[in-house]
């Protein structure tokens, strides 16, 4: 291992397949030479390991770390970090690769400019070989969100493998990827961008990610779905505990939030259906508990309602968007008798039959007809008259004419002073 090369290179392996020798040839063939390559053996079981050190009896900038059981990427990266002694440190997945220069163009604008982090571009490649495609411009966001004062790690929450880190960046104990097998690199994002003091892009070198759908990220099971709860958790807890409270650290954990919904429609269709409730559940806590998260609690325990017993076969429809105008009745009535199930959510209730009553107003705009909407109504008041939601509305009714009293006794003491 070099004493103090440029950059070094952090490659956790686990299975990569085929795509492992392209990565380590693109290594190996960096412009940039001055730089280690830290690859860390998760215990695979495809034999990537024996590429690699083939490639280290030839490449003493080869450097091999290895864990005694498979411990997932996160960690492993981490291991890589507390061994590497690089200026500038990159992380790269054992099936990726990247240009020839791509270390030495970011390398040499960060020494440059003095960059904490210094990014590039991510092409996206799929393992069918027959498309690739640009990733979406997230360069361009960050430069236009920087532009009006958005704090970067509202702006860079992907791709991470894409960019250069200071190794004064990482220095801080704080400042690592996180223990899921799913997420991980989210919560280092998250603190690294953060920390950061400075940032650049240079978008004429590009990290090459291959899209598989059997990647970890792109799995279901009751394993990868809290793993990916637990991530979720983490970015709100660190959010919580070391950004001072504004409008894009909500945000932030909102859009991660809502992108989360879009995973229990293709559990429902896939028939995990258990599944996506209990991730339902596991994102509506995380809601609750984070301050001023606001509508979102409304998405999460809508979206556990659509999901209740026998709504697999029903097209997934995020908060009050109903795929059918004639549906609407229907959905209400599920949503109720579904609360009704969950003492927990009793509190829901009266929000739920006053929503409901503004669907008529929607079903007029629509076009539907008088006598569905009347229809409609109808099944609906029916509602009114279950004992529990009556109490419910009644005590939310009383609530508000409390407040409003007391509202007015101290507007007519201030008016008496």
């Not at 190996?28 to 495809?46: A, N, S």
């Not at 919560?187 to 090459?208: E, T």
């Not at 107003?361 to 229809?375: C, F, L, P, T, V």
Request: charged share 30%; hydrophobic share 40%; net charge neutral.
């Amino acid at each position: 291992m070099r004493e103090n090369p440029k950059v070094s290179v952090i490659v956790p392996v686990w299975n990569p397949g085929m795509g492992i020798s392209r990565c380590v040839e693109s290594l190996r063939g960096q412009t940039l030479e001055d730089i280690e390559m830290i690859f860390v053996d998760d215990c695979g079981t495809d034999g990537a390991m024996d590429v690699v050190r083939a490639a280290a009896k030839e490449d003493t900038r080869i450097c091999i770390l290895e864990n005694p059981k498979n411990l997932g990427p996160g960690i492993s990266r981490n291991k890589g970090i507390e061994e590497a002694r690089g200026e500038y440190l990159s992380f790269v997945d054992a099936d990726d690769y990247v240009d020839s220069d791509f270390m030495e163009v970011l390398y040499h604008k960060g020494k440059a400019e003095d960059l904490d982090i210094v990014k590039g571009n991510r092409i996206c490649e799929y393992e069918e070989g027959t498309t690739v495609s640009n990733s979406y411009n997230l360069y361009v966001v960050i430069q236009e969100g920087l532009r009006d004062g958005k704090p970067l790690f509202f702006l860079f929450h992907d791709e991470h493998q894409s960019a250069l880190y200071h190794g004064r960046l990482l220095m801080k104990p704080d400042v690592r990827f996180g223990l899921t097998t799913i997420g991980e690199d989210t919560l280092f994002l998250l603190k690294a961008c953060h920390s950061a003091k400075s940032f650049g892009i240079d978008n004429r070198v590009a990290y090459h990610y291959l899209c598989r759908m059997s990647s970890a990220s792109n799995s279901f099971s009751e394993e990868s779905l809290e793993a990916k709860v637990t991530a979720l958790r983490a970015r709100a807890e660190y959010l919580s505990n070391h950004v001072e409270p504004n409008p894009y650290a909500v945000q932030y954990i909102t859009r991660s939030i809502k992108y989360s919904l879009l995973f229990p429609r293709y559990l429902a269709k896939i028939g995990m259906e258990k599944e996506a409730v209990q991730f339902l559940l596991g994102l509506r806590k995380i809601a609750m508990e984070y301050p001023n998260i606001g509508k979102v609690k409304d998405l999460t325990i809508l979206a556990l309602v659509d999901h209740g017993e026998g709504l697999a076969e029903r097209p997934y429809s995020p908060s009050w968007e109903v795929p059918q105008p004639e549906d609407y009745a229907d959905v209400v009535v599920r949503r109720v008798d579904f609360l009704q199930s969950h003492p927990e959510y009793y509190k829901e209730l009266p929000a739920l039959i006053s929503k409901a009553n503004g669907f008529a107003k929607q079903m007029k705009s629509d076009g539907i007809s008088k006598e569905e909407i009347e229809a409609y109504e109808k099944q609906i008041k029916a509602l009114w008259w279950k004992p529990l939601i009556m109490w419910m509305l009644f005590k939310n009714k009383l609530r508000r004419v409390l407040v409003k009293l007391k509202r007015k006794c101290l507007i007519k003491k201030q008016t008496d002073l």
